[in-house]
């Protein structure tokens, strides 16, 4: 089926560990993003590419770390996770024409505890 | 900077009466669009509805419209006829032409009652 999906959906690691979140996503959609949803903050930006091996720093980037090499990929990596990335994480993508009409699609999401 | 506030953490209604949850937003863009999302207890997130700011009429989806007053900047989601299914979570989001990114408010739990 079309559509955008994130894998793992729930994940469990410890402290200083390496971990990916996968997003895949068949429209072939131009703009993709990572959202954290934490309670009481809504939903933050944490990167956002326009293209293929176009990325860009949303609000909260720090400890994080993207790459697109393909349209329709857009894996996230914690590269040292720590309690504070305890979160639930969206991928979402949206189409460029007329930018500011476009509505995000999103995936399930990944559940990540961080022990 | 882009700014969107709900001021409403919980809202209650009745099944089958109408509900309007709050969504007030700063933005220097000269135009931009603002969104609804509905957010039920399995985490999903549900594009809802889609306000222009330069749309004449307000938005409408179904049981969901938008009353956009924008020069009070807001775009509150009215829901009519409430269902039980209604109950989630709900935000409120924009995006204008000069961002690539879309910023969220924190939302608003609305329970629908028997």
């Known amino acids: 089926d079309a559509g955008i999906t994130q894998s793992p959906r729930y994940k469990i690691t410890e402290t200083g560990r390496q971990v990916t979140l996968m997003c895949h996503q068949t429209?072939?959609?131009?703009?993709m993003f990572w959202y954290r949803q934490d309670l009481g903050h809504g939903l933050r930006l944490i990167y956002y590419?326009?293209?293929?091996?176009?990325?860009d720093k949303g609000e909260v980037p720090d400890g994080y770390v993207v790459s697109r090499s393909k349209t329709e990929n857009f894996p996230l990596t914690l590269e040292s996770a720590t309690r504070s990335q305890t979160s639930v994480y969206f991928c979402a993508s949206s189409g460029s024409v007329g930018l500011r009409n476009q509505p995000q699609h999103f995936g399930d999401g990944t559940r990540l505890s961080i022990l | 900077a882009q700014k969107i506030t709900q001021t409403q953490p919980g809202m209650f209604v009745q099944e089958k009466e109408a509900v309007t949850l709050d969504c007030t937003y700063d933005?220097?863009?000269?135009?931009?669009?603002l969104f609804w999302y509905k957010q039920p207890s399995s985490g999903e997130m549900i594009f809802l509805i889609y306000q222009g700011s330069y749309d004449q009429q307000n938005a409408t989806e179904g049981r969901y419209s938008l009353n956009f007053q924008k020069a009070r900047k807001s775009a509150n989601l009215v829901i009519s006829a409430s269902q039980l299914g209604d109950s989630a979570m709900y935000f409120c989001?924009?995006?204008?032409?000069?961002?690539?990114?879309?910023?969220f408010g924190a939302g608003t739990r609305l329970t629908v009652k028997p």
């Open positions: 590419s326009a293209a293929a091996d176009i990325t």
């Open positions: 933005t220097s863009d000269p135009s931009y669009g």
């Open positions: 989001a924009m995006r204008g032409d000069n961002n690539n990114d879309m910023r």
């Open positions: 429209w072939s959609h131009s703009y």
